[in-house]
């Protein structure tokens, strides 16, 4: 593969479901580092851990194109055993609202030449984390108002 990128991504919920978030941070040559996330509203942590990759993985496309996407190799790292294990075929999806999601991240799979998921511990997965953090405290700050 011709380019190669990191990503680390998080989601979290502030309840189970509650309000949620995710971050995600992106590196590699061509696009440096970039950060981003979103306010997701009310789901569970998995569905925003889910979502994460999702918002991740497109951005990505975003910035490189389609032709470079395919000459890509993405490694995600992600602080969610499930997750992780989900996504490389070692557990099944079973919750009914993970399987879409799951989906998509499968589908937006095939634009890359490789995505390889990785899962790391907490400690390593800081950055973004704390970009999920800020955006789900500035969104409930809102919310308090």
Same mark, same amino acid.
């Given at each position: 593969?011709?380019?190669?990128?990191l990503?680390?991504?998080?989601?979290?919920a502030?309840?189970?479901?509650?309000?949620?978030?995710?971050?995600?941070?992106?590196?590699?040559?061509?696009?440096?580092?970039?950060?981003?996330?979103?306010?997701? @509203? &009310?789901?569970?942590?998995?569905?925003?851990?889910? $979502?994460a990759?999702? !918002?991740?993985?497109?951005k #990505? %496309?975003?910035?490189?194109?389609?032709?470079?996407?395919?000459?890509?190799r993405?490694?995600?790292?992600?602080?969610s055993?499930?997750?992780?294990?989900?996504?490389n @075929? &070692?557990?099944?999806v079973?919750d009914k609202?993970? $399987?879409?999601l799951? !989906?998509?991240?499968?589908? #937006? %799979?095939t634009?890359?030449?490789?995505?390889v998921f990785?899962h790391?511990?907490r400690?390593?997965?800081?950055e973004?984390d704390?970009i999920?953090?800020?955006?789900?405290?500035?969104?409930?700050?809102?919310?308090?108002?």
């Open positions: 593969m011709k380019y190669k990128f990503i680390h991504t998080d989601g979290g502030r309840g189970n479901p509650g309000p949620a978030a995710a971050g995600f941070t992106l590196e590699g040559g061509i696009i440096g580092k970039k950060n981003g996330g979103e306010y997701l @509203g &009310e789901v569970t942590n998995n569905e925003a851990e889910y $979502q990759v999702i !918002l991740a993985l497109k #990505l %496309k975003h910035l490189i194109g389609s032709e470079k996407a395919k000459d890509s993405v490694e995600i790292h992600v602080d055993e499930l997750l992780e294990r989900q996504l @075929g &070692e557990y099944k079973k609202n993970i $399987q879409g799951f !989906l998509e991240v499968w589908n #937006l %799979k634009d890359f030449g490789e995505v990785k790391i511990f400690e390593k997965n800081i973004a704390r999920a953090n800020q955006i789900l405290d500035k969104e409930t700050n809102k919310l308090a108002l």
